[in-house]
Nanobody
Framework: QLQLVESGGGLVQPGGSLRLSCAGS????????IGWFRQAPGKEREGVSC????????YYADSVKGRFTISRDNAKNTVYLQMNSLKPEDTAVYLCLAPCSSSLDPQEGFDYWGQGTQVTVSS
């Protein structure tokens, strides 16, 4: 079965950091661009970041630029999202989806997806 498995979510105070992991299962993650998306209660899904599989180019939503960093470790078949300076408005379920594009369009068709991991930023 081809899937992505997210981990690393949790509760963190404003200003804190978390690192999310997205592990590929059943396929090699460097075969496709993989992205992080998030969905908060009552809000539409939004694109957060995407990393290409060709040249490791990275793309970020304006709301996270300078705070979040996406990376991949092909040897571990895993994509990471390092989140620093977290804000309450970053609270959401974070999902990894593939393939993604530089537009971070949350509505495009995805072939691979995970179950999501909850990130809560609160004091």
């Amino acid at each position: 079965q081809l899937q992505l498995v997210e981990s690393g979510g949790g509760l963190v105070q404003p200003g804190g950091s978390l690192r999310l992991s997205c592990a590929g299962s059943g396929f090699t993650s460097d075969a496709v661009p993989i992205g992080w998306f998030r969905q908060a209660p009552g809000k539409e899904r939004e694109g957060v970041s995407c990393i290409s599989n060709s040249d490791n180019s990275t793309y970020y939503a304006d709301s996270v630029k300078g705070r979040f960093t996406i990376s991949r470790d092909n040897a571990k078949n895993t994509v990471y999202l390092q989140m620093n300076s977290l804000k309450p408005e970053d609270t959401a379920v974070y999902l990894c989806l593939a393939p993604c594009s530089s537009s971070l369009d949350p509505q495009e068709g995805f072939d691979y997806w995970g179950q999501g991991t909850q990130v809560t930023v609160s004091s």
